[in-house]
C-alpha cells in the first residue's frame, strides 16, 4: 500500500499500518490535512481544520512508537469532530454566528476518550446550526454538500462529518443524533452511521439541543469502524447524570447471523414509500433472508405521530437550552444594545438563524401557559406509547428493519416547505424517542446513482447486537463505495 492511497484504507487498517511501523503517524496527518486542503472548498464539510494539533500528535505517537511504549487502540487514526461538541482550546461554533469565537475550557467526554486512545483529531466539521436541521444548509456559514453530488445535501444535521468520511477526508467522524442527525446523513451519502442507545454515550461537552434525545456516536466508511469507535467512547462518565453506568462491552463481530435471529419489518408503516425506495428496501429484507433471518411482520402504525410528537419535545427543550445564550456570559454580544433587555434580545436577534429562531419559538409556544397540557404533556404521553410499541414489537423480533429517509439525497434549495423538511426524519426520530440504539448502513444507490441506505434499529442496550445484524448484511452486500470525485488518489 502506497501513501497515495491511504484514504482507500478503513481506520483499523490505518491503524494497523501504523503500529507495523509502515506509515507514520505524521505521515498519515499529513496526507488526510493534504486532503482536507484540496477538497474542502468545493465540499464544505469542515468549518475549522485542526493541523497544528494533528500534528502535534502525530510527532508524540511517532515518538511513542519509537520508544515501545503502548499505543491505544485508535493510535494514528484520524477523527474528525462534529463542531457543537467540545475540543479543549479549540474553537466550537455549532455552526452558528453566536459563538463564532467561542473557545472550548474543556473536553467534551467523547473526543477526551479517543485522544486517549491516541487518535488524531483532525479537524472540526459542518453542520446545521445547533443541530437543527436536516440538510446542513442551515449552516450560519457555509453549506455543505454531498460527494456524490456537489449540488445535493449531504443530509443534516452532521453533514459535514457525513461529508467527510465519504470523501475520505477522515476514516471516522464524530455526529450527534437528536432525531436521525446521524443516520439520514450517512444514509444521504453512502457510509455507516450509529447512534448508541440514549446514555451509553456520554453527552458531556456536548452543546444541548433537547437534552432527552440528543446521542453522539460514530460516522465510518464501514461497521467495524464503527464498532471500534464505541468500544472507546461508550464509557461511563461522571460529568453526565443520563450516562449509563455499565461495563464497557466488547464489540467482536462476525459475519454470521445467530440461528433463529428474527427481523421485524413493519409493513403498515412503510405503506407509501416511493416505488424507488421501497424496492431497495425489500432487495435488503431478502439479503437478510439468505443469510438466515426470519422475517416477521411488527405493528408500528403509531410511529406516524412520532414526526409530531419531536417536533414539540424537541423544539421544548431547545427553547430551555438555548436562553443560555443571553448575550452575557459567552458568544456574541449586541453593542448597540442600552439596557440588559436590548443585550438580550439583540444579541439572540443577530446570533441566532432563521430556523434557530423557529425553533425557539414554536418551543417557548408549547411550553407556555394554558398550551403546555394541549401540547407538551400530550406529546410526552404519546412518546410514551411509542416506547411501548417498541417493547411489544421486540416481544416477537430481534431487531427491526426500516429505510432510513423516504428518498435519497435532494437537492440544495428544492425543499422549501419546513412540512416536508421534517418528514424527511420520519424513519429516523422514532429510535431518539425511544432512546434504543439504531445503525444506518448503505443499501444501494438509485436510479441517479445517490446512495440509499437502510436501518436496523435494537432494543435498549442491545447495542452490540445491532451492531452485529449491520455488520452481517455489510459483509453480504458490499454496498459502500467511494464517491467517483474522489477515488482519484490524492496529488
Request: glycine share 8%; aromatic share 8%; charged share 20%.
Amino acid at each position: 500500500m502506497t501513501l497515495k492511497r491511504l484514504h482507500h484504507l478503513s481506520a483499523i487498517e490505518l491503524r494497523d499500518l501504523f503500529l507495523q511501523g509502515e506509515v507514520s503517524a505524521v505521515e498519515i496527518a499529513t496526507y488526510f490535512l493534504k486532503r482536507i486542503q484540496k477538497h474542502n472548498k468545493d465540499l464544505g464539510a469542515f468549518l475549522t481544520p485542526l493541523e497544528a494539533r494533528a500534528l502535534l500528535k502525530a510527532e508524540a505517537l511517532d515518538r511513542k512508537r519509537s520508544q515501545n511504549k503502548p499505543l491505544g487502540k485508535m493510535a494514528a487514526i484520524p477523527v474528525a469532530i462534529k463542531d457543537n461538541m467540545h475540543v479543549n482550546g479549540e474553537i466550537t461554533t455549532c455552526a452558528s454566528h453566536f459563538l463564532v469565537d467561542y473557545k472550548a475550557p474543556f473536553d467534551s467526554t467523547a473526543s477526551r476518550l479517543m485522544e486517549e486512545e491516541d487518535a488524531i483529531l483532525i479537524g472540526k466539521t459542518n453542520l446545521d446550526e445547533f443541530a437543527m436541521g436536516s440538510s446542513n444548509e442551515n449552516s450560519a456559514f457555509f453549506p455543505a454538500h454531498n460527494p456524490w453530488n456537489l449540488k445535493c445535501v449531504p443530509g443534516g444535521s452532521s453533514g459535514g462529518s457525513a461529508a467527510a468520511v465519504a470523501a475520505r477526508l477522515a476514516p471516522i467522524a464524530t455526529g450527534s443524533d437528536t432525531g436521525g442527525s446521524i443516520r439520514q446523513p450517512a444514509g444521504f451519502c453512502g457510509i455507516v452511521g450509529y447512534k448508541p442507545t440514549y446514555g451509553r454515550v456520554s453527552r458531556y461537552g456536548l452543546v444541548a439541543f433537547a437534552s432527552s434525545l440528543d446521542q453522539i456516536g460514530p460516522m465510518t466508511t464501514n461497521v467495524a469502524d464503527a464498532a471500534l469507535t464505541m468500544e472507546v467512547i461508550g464509557r461511563y462518565c461522571t460529568h453526565d447524570a443520563t450516562s449509563l453506568d455499565l461495563p464497557q462491552e466488547s464489540y467482536l463481530l462476525s459475519k454470521e447471523l445467530e440461528p433463529g435471529t428474527v427481523i421485524g419489518v413493519p409493513w403498515q408503516f412503510l405503506q407509501n414509500l416511493k416505488p424507488e425506495v421501497l424496492e431497495n428496501f425489500q432487495e435488503a429484507v431478502e439479503s437478510m433472508k439468505r443469510l438466515g433471518a426470519k422475517i416477521v411482520d411488527v405493528d408500528l402504525d403509531l410511529l406516524k405521530y412520532s414526526i409530531a410528537v419531536y417536533y414539540i419535545l424537541a423544539t421544548a427543550e431547545a427553547s430551555t437550552n438555548l436562553a443560555r445564550f443571553d448575550g452575557i456570559r459567552y458568544g456574541l454580544r449586541a453593542r448597540q444594545a442600552k439596557t440588559l433587555e436590548e443585550v438580550y434580545e439583540l444579541s439572540r436577534q443577530k446570533g441566532f438563524g432563521q430556523e434557530v429562531k423557529k425553533r425557539i419559538m414554536l418551543g417557548t409556544y408549547v411550553l407556555s401557559s394554558g398550551f403546555q397540557d394541549a401540547y407538551y404533556k400530550k406529546a410526552q404521553k404519546v412518546r410514551t406509547l411509542i416506547l411501548e410499541g417498541f417493547e411489544k414489537a421486540f416481544s416477537k423480533c430481534d431487531t427491526i428493519m426500516m429505510p432510513i429517509a423516504p428518498s435519497a439525497a435532494f437537492e440544495r434549495g428544492s425543499i422549501s416547505d419546513p412540512i416536508e423538511m421534517y418528514l424527511q426524519d420520519i424513519f429516523t426520530v422514532p429510535a431518539n424517542l425511544a432512546g434504543i440504539p439504531a445503525i444506518s448502513v448503505p443499501s444501494g444507490y438509485d436510479r441517479r446513482h445517490m446512495p440509499l441506505g437502510i436501518q436496523f434499529i435494537g432494543p435498549q442496550l442491545c447495542d452490540v447486537p445491532v451492531l452485529q445484524y449491520a455488520y452481517a448484511y455489510e459483509q453480504a452486500t458490499r454496498h459502500a463505495k467511494i464517491p467517483p470525485l474522489y477515488v482519484e488518489d490524492h496529488k
